[in-house]
C-alpha cells in the first residue's frame, strides 16, 4: 500500500488501519455514500454495494454519471457510517454519539465479463437476504449487458470508531448511552406469496436479545 491519503488526527486512539477490521464492517453492511469530483464541483451519492476480500462492487445504469466516472478510473472516497448509540453528557456540549465508520480511497474500473456480473450479484442477493438466490429468477445475457457493473479496488483506508459513556461525567442530570439498534420488520406480500422461511429466519436474526 502507498503513502496513506487518509490518517485519523483527532482522537487518533479510536483509529484502525487494520485490513481484517474493515473487511468486518464491510460485509455487515451494504450502503455506502461514494464522493467524487465532476466538473470541479464535489458530489456524493448514497449506494448499494457488496464486496469481496479485493473489490467492492456496485451497479447502474450505464448512463449514471456516477457508474461512468467509477468506471473510468478516476478517484473516489467511500464512507460507511454505523450508529450505535447516542450518549448523554451532563454538559450540553459533550452530548455524542457511539459509532463506527470507514472511509477508502480507491480507483474503479468496469466488470464486462457477463459470469462476472452474475457472480457480483449474487454476492448482492446473499448480503441482502441469505437463501435468496436459490429462490430468484436468474438474469438472461442481455439483462446482464444492459446493466453496468463496477469495482473498486482499496487503495487506503482508516477506520474509526466511538465507544462508551461520557468523556466527563457529573452527577448533577441523567447521563448514559442509548443503544441504537437495526431491526427488520415482518415482510409483507404484493402478490399475495406465503412468506418463505429464509425471510423469516432473516427477521428472527435482526430483533434484539
Request: glycine share 8%; charged share 20%.
Amino acid at each position: 500500500m502507498c503513502a496513506r491519503k487518509v490518517r485519523v488526527v483527532r482522537y487518533s486512539e479510536r483509529a484502525s488501519y487494520d485490513k481484517n477490521e474493515l473487511m468486518r464492517v464491510l460485509n455487515r453492511n451494504f450502503v455506502c455514500h461514494v464522493g467524487f469530483i465532476d466538473g470541479g464541483e464535489p458530489y456524493v451519492i448514497p449506494m448499494l454495494y457488496v464486496n469481496d476480500d479485493q473489490y467492492i462492487y456496485m451497479h447502474g445504469s450505464p448512463d449514471s454519471r456516477l457508474i461512468k466516472i467509477i468506471g473510468s478510473g478516476s478517484p473516489i472516497v467511500i464512507a460507511i457510517t454505523e450508529v450505535h448509540g447516542i450518549v448523554l453528557a451532563s454538559n450540553l456540549c459533550n452530548n455524542s454519539i457511539n459509532y463506527e465508520s470507514v472511509i477508502i480511497y480507491g480507483r474503479g474500473s468496469f466488470v464486462n465479463d457477463p459470469g462476472e456480473k452474475l457472480r457480483v450479484f449474487q454476492l448482492m442477493i446473499n448480503r441482502l437476504v441469505p437463501g435468496r438466490l436459490s429462490d430468484t429468477e436468474l438474469p438472461s445475457i442481455d439483462e446482464l449487458n444492459s446493466v453496468a457493473v463496477v469495482k473498486v479496488g482499496i487503495e487506503d483506508f482508516a477506520i474509526k470508531r466511538r465507544e462508551g459513556g461520557p468523556t466527563t461525567s457529573s452527577d448533577k442530570h441523567w447521563e448514559g448511552i442509548i443503544p441504537i439498534m437495526t431491526i427488520y420488520g415482518m415482510p409483507i406480500s404484493t402478490n399475495n406469496k406465503p412468506t418463505p422461511k429464509y425471510l423469516i429466519d432473516l427477521i428472527k436474526s435482526h430483533q434484539p436479545t
